[in-house]
């Protein structure tokens, strides 16, 4: 952590931080849980934050992508190894769930408890923290709003994600109603991405967590 930290301090960063409506992605994790028959498995937010990330990463690669300092190249990576940060009694780790591209939501649940326990059991392997192409971070399983990351080099974005939180809104209507609403952070290397790209690629994610029937439609 110390390593990596003190490198990602020295590269310019931009960020940028969007509300996201999760009512209907809290549905369909309660409908995922309600009908699970599998008792090892418990259906979370994360899973799906994770899938609906890999769809907005095929439209936007260069979010998926790494920064050779020395070549002064960028690396479009085809596989989606999405990270995800985990605070452990040893510190900081970054295990990463391999080819999401290819994963079934179920597939992603199952891999991300594995990953979890290895890591609660300081199990990882070399190849559960190498390779990674862009990290997820949930604070808000800890708690806050949203947090300002720096990206887990040679990657070139990181999300921070904040709680869920039940919010009023104002409608179009004029009138007032509760929506769930999560904040998200997304930390760039501004040496490879701009703020256009960004906030498209954001827009596109969003469109999938607030619609996640489009992950039916859209999925391969």
Known sequence: MV??????????????????????????????????????????FLPLLIKSLSM?????????????????????KGSH?????????????????????????????KELSRLQQSSRDNKLSPRDITGGTITLSNIGAIGGKFGSPLVNLPE??????????????????????????MTVNIGADHRVLDGATVARFCNEWKQFIENPELLMLHMR
């Not at 409908?31 to 418990?42: E, G, H, I, L, Y």
């Not at 260069?62 to 020395?70: A, G, H, L, P, V």
């Open 3 to 44: 390593k990596t930290m003190s490198m990602a301090a020295k590269v310019p960063h931009f960020h940028y931080v969007e509300e996201i409506n999760c009512d209907k992605l809290m549905d369909l994790k309660t409908s995922f849980q309600n009908n699970n028959s599998d008792p090892n498995v418990k259906y979370t």
């Open 81 to 109: 190894n999405i990270g995800v940060a985990m605070a452990t009694p040893n510190g900081l780790v970054v295990p990463n769930i391999k080819n999401v591209q290819s994963l079934s939501i179920s597939e992603i649940t």
């Open 156 to 181: 070139v974005a990181i999300i921070a994600i904040g709680r869920i939180q039940r919010v009023p809104h104002f409608a179009d209507d004029g009138n007032v109603y509760p929506m769930s609403i």
């Open 56 to 76: 907005a990463l095929s439209k936007y690669p260069f979010m998926n992508s790494c920064f050779n300092e020395e070549s002064l190249e960028v690396i479009l």
